[in-house]
């Protein structure tokens, strides 16, 4: 599995073919549940095929402080046309991001209770 760490740039090469022309090209992975912690993170990448029909699109992020270490999940990759259509794939992509230091964790709930008068 690939694995990235803090200062690293993510690259996802994405090899596309359409007649009318490629344009707006999307990636979303989402942070697996490791039993202990809920899941929480998504990482979005974003191109574009500029129009082009046949194209090689890259998609970058680079790890920064906030991204929320982990294995990440390639939920779908949606992929726009020149005319507007689009089209979701499901592929099974998989990375892990490590060696990112800090608080990733959101707030813990304590208590909670419905309030009456």
């Not at 294995?71 to 794939?89: F, K, S, T």
């Amino acid at each position: 599995m690939e694995t990235y760490t803090l200062g690293e740039t993510l690259r996802l090469e994405l090899k596309l073919r359409d007649k009318s022309g490629i344009g707006y090209t999307a990636a979303l992975f989402n942070r697996c549940s490791t039993g202990t912690q809920p899941v929480n993170g998504i990482i979005l990448l974003i191109g574009d095929g500029e129009g082009r029909t046949d194209a090689t699109v890259e998609l970058t992020i680079q790890i920064k402080k906030e991204t929320i270490p982990g294995e990440y999940r390639c939920e779908y990759i949606q992929v726009q046309d020149a005319l507007g259509n689009h089209i979701r794939h499901y592929p099974d992509i998989r990375f892990r991001i490590e060696g990112v230091p800090g608080d990733h964790e959101g707030p813990e709930l304590l208590d909670w209770r419905f309030k009456t008068e």
